[in-house]
DNA sequence: AAATATTTTTAGGTATATCTAAAAATAATG
DNA sequence: CATTATTTTTAGATATACCTAAAAATATTT
């Protein structure tokens, strides 16, 4: 049995793993956890003795086949509660990851598995986020970055990578969301901003946003 | 903002309260929380301070207003959640009161709220436990024990006042469940079991049944 | 390759929620 | 009403999950 902390460390050095693509240093997971680095080498230190990943002093640290089970039966709970909380309880894209972050820590096997069910097996949450099924696997569809499209290329918005309320809300107030035709009309090589079209408008973003931003082509 | 301990603290001093009308002591919270009298005190100081109960020193505990609201708040999620797993997601109600004892901490009042109305506003749980609205008002229906029934009486099972699935499990086995028509045939003094009749059946109960068994007349 | 900067770990401390054992208060009994 | 039994509180420990500050290891510059 794991506790809340560290459940979320697991989840968090699985998601850094992904983002990264390489091994995981102490500082990143402080960053995410908000913590500090001392509390993270203790807690890193818990989790290789209990066998969930493989730590070596100064040279950060790497979930194992047994941590990565655990991350992405937190992730599939999260993502499962989020796709209930919109499709069942009326909540907004932007209402639901606070929430989904308790809920993630529940545990019974049953529960998930027949919310599962009820949910008829969604492969996706509300922000276009893959599901992990009941054995881990998921979907991996290519979608690629916004950041990376050039002048002229068309797509579908169809996953976001950053759940924040305040980042949907500004989705939401620009009438962006997932399934959204996008063109870019634009690049500002100064700071990656770029000029994008939908149905209804053309207007500028930030580079924060097009980093969080993935299409379809 | 409370403790997951604070909270199953402050639930189970007010359903002592309610079982035994009058100011709760120490042992018997430890018993209930199976914890230790000593921990108990250290706890009722904190809650005295946090101004939830009023607290004298070998005296026991009483719930102020405060702390009673916050006791039915958390008694509602408590059996909405219990009500949400049977009626939605197909759970017997045998199998539901350990996972609400970990749904019921979430802290979402537009969650809490919005389950509600998914569920059409239930005002008794799967037990015929009664659950209070968002105001933490409840109708109290009058339902007398099985034991206080003479030979020969009759009614209508409507509620349990025992969640443990050993217990319901015990009450599938003898096709007693909410609703069922009951017939007291024999009453005995020596040890206060009971025979009784249903539907299907004529059969002998002990006393630690027929405490937990609440009917209508 | 030194010197400097950055990252990471260690050492030691705090708050919460437990525990055991002993002391103090209250209740029950002869 | 004094003795005994029970309940409750206090004193002092432990484990978890944090923290700050200092030391150690590693990385980056000059
Ligand atoms: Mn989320
Ligand atoms: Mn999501
Ligand atoms: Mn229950
Ligand atoms: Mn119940």
Redesign the interface.
Known sequence: MLSKSEENYIKEIYSLEQKFQSDVNTNLIAKKIETKASSVTDMLKKLAKKELLTYQKYKGVKLNPKGTKVALSIIRKHRLWETF?VK????SWD?VH??AE??EH???D??TN??DA?LDFPTVDPHGEPIPNKHGNFKTTKTICLNQFQIGEKGVFVEVKNDSDTFLKFLNKNNLSIGTKIKVIEKEDFDNSMVIETNKDQFRISENVTKNLYLKR
Do not use: A, D, G
Request: glycine share 0%.
């Open positions: 909380l069942k309880l009326n909540f209402e606070e929430v308790q809920l529940i545990q019974s049953k529960l027949h919310l009820f």
